[in-house]
């Protein structure tokens, strides 16, 4: 497959390259970032995070791609901010399994500052122009407010009825709770 490269006024989206989970580790895998996926990863969840990404990228030719500041000028310029891209719904149990989903997860000292929009929009305008999704769906827990009021500022709708216990985590990681955005939404919204 062909690596993906995607760029808006500030980041760089790309396909995974042979290291990029060692850097990316070493600014996401930390308490803050991960307090609400399960906490900081031990080293043999970080490879099948990294086999993850590799295996949607091979398959679909989109993953939860990889993101980088412009290397230009200013506070991480250059640097690895984290991931934001598209993936296959696979979590069991879920009822939004093989859809379109949704992801972001960037540093915390990148948090803020308009990134995880930005390379969530250039995400959403890929899914439905590039991959011709028809659904987007995106999902998170109630505690983490940063991350669906991220969905709700996409434009993103709130689907209760979609929304379901993942049996890998304890409640209160347990009860996903699922937004989506139609083709017809996104469309709509780009006039
Ligand atoms: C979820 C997450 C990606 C959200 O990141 P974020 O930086 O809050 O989201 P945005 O990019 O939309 O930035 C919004 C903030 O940037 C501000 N901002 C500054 N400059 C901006 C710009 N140029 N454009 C847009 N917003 C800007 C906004 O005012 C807003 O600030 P506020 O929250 O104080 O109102 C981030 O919190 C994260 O990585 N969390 C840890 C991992 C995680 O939980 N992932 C989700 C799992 S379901």
């Known amino acids: 497959m062909a690596d993906f490269r995607l760029e808006t006024d500030r980041l760089v989206l790309r396909s995974w390259q042979a290291g990029d989970i060692e850097r990316f580790a070493a600014v ?19 490879s099948a995070t990294e086999q993850r ?8 030719g989109h993953c939860f791609w990889l993101v980088e500041r412009h290397d230009d000028s200013g506070p991480l310029a ?12 696979d979590a069991p149990g879920s009822p ?4 379109m ?5 960037l540093r915390e000292d990148a948090w803020g500052q308009g990134y995880a929009k930005e390379a969530a ?14 659904e987007v769906f995106a999902i998170t827990v109630d ?24 049996p890998r985590y304890e409640p209160p990681l347990r009860d996903t709770i699922v937004y989506a955005i139609t083709a017809e939404a996104w469309r709509a919204a780009q006039a």
């Open 121 to 134: 929009l250039a995400s959403l305008r890929a899914a439905f122009l590039r991959f011709a999704a028809s």
């Open 143 to 166: 505690g983490n407010a940063d991350s669906w009021g991220l969905m709700t500022r996409l434009g993103m709708q709130r689907r209760a009825d979609l929304d379901y216990q993942d």
């Open 96 to 99: 939004i399994a093989g859809a």
């Open 28 to 46: 996401t895998n930390t308490p803050a970032v991960m307090r609400w996926l399960g906490g900081v990863m031990p080293p043999e969840a970080l």
């Open 78 to 89: 250059g640097e690895v901010l984290g991931f934001c891209g598209l993936k296959r719904a």
């Open 101 to 105: 989903e949704i992801g972001w997860r």
């Open 53 to 60: 990404v590799l295996t949607c990228h091979e398959r679909y």
